[in-house]
């Protein structure tokens, strides 16, 4: 069955192949971002293959904006049956080099960004009897490394919303937290910290495709309405 799929930070990485993949298997896709150039190639090239997809510029730190997101979507077609959490960013570096702004930029995406997304959407879900949360979280949900204390409380905290979103819902409404290890994204682009960044690079000597979580969500969401799957971690072999 087709479903109104609407993802965040769907212009590149995860959320781009969640978005190419979806609209593969029959799905509508709506397309959340802030590059609107990119949405636009995005899209593009998803039409190209058959698919069905729309764009909107979408600032995820802006809770009226999100709303208005679900909100135009399902004035749109009537409904929306998924929204896939993905937006998310990751300037990593140590706490005494001091870059609160890079922290507070984390806090508002990765968390706060998680939460319009929540409250965009619930009313929907409830209104229609039916639904499904997507949270793109990370293996930086269950530890924490040197550089990452800000991010991974940031994915520690998407772990546990989603977890207590799941766990307060009507089971008509699914929940799903999907947790990648080293993928191949822009995310690192980020990291302006030169200690951090050199890391980062040997980190980085083995990752996964953002198609393998594309695949991951496909999964979770291609299930039954009976079944729900909770959490999923995926990540390279060779990462321990």
């Known amino acids: 069955m087709s479903k109104i799929v609407l ?3 769907a212009s590149s990485g995860i959320g781009e192949a969640t978005a190419r993949r979806l609209a593969a298997d029959g799905h509508i896709v709506v397309l959340g971002a802030r590059r609107e150039d990119r949405l ?3 899209a593009k090239a998803i039409e190209a293959d058959g698919g069905t997809a729309d764009v909107r510029r979408l600032d995820v730190t802006d809770r009226q904006d999100v709303t208005a997101f679900a909100d ?3 004035q749109r077609y009537g409904r929306f049956d998924v929204i896939v959490n993905n937006a998310g960013v990751m300037p990593l ?4 080099a001091l870059l609160v702004d890079e922290w507070d930029r ?3 995406v990765n968390v706060r960004g998680l939460l319009h997304g929540i409250a965009a959407a ?3 879900f409830q209104r229609q009897g039916a639904g499904h949360f997507v949270t793109i979280a990370s293996t930086g949900a269950y530890e924490v490394v040197p550089t990452g204390a800000v991010y991974c409380a940031t994915k520690y905290a ?7 979103l799941r766990l307060e819902l009507d089971p008509a409404i699914r929940v799903t937290t999907i947790s990648p290890g080293v993928v191949e994204s822009e995310l690192a682009d980020s990291i302006t910290d030169p200690g951090a960044r050199e890391k980062m690079r040997t980190y980085r000597a083995h990752t996964i495709s953002p198609d393998s979580v594309a695949g991951a969500i496909a999964y979770a969401i291609g299930q039954p309405p009976g079944v729900d799957v909770n959490e999923l971690i995926i990540r390279p072999t060779h990462q321990r």
């Open 106 to 108: 984390m806090i508002d």
């Open 72 to 74: 135009e979507v399902a």
């Open 122 to 124: 619930l009313p929907h």
């Open 7 to 9: 993802i965040t930070g």
């Open 40 to 42: 636009a190639e995005v």
């Open 158 to 164: 998407a772990r546990a919303i989603t977890e207590g």
């Open 93 to 96: 570096s140590r706490l005494d």
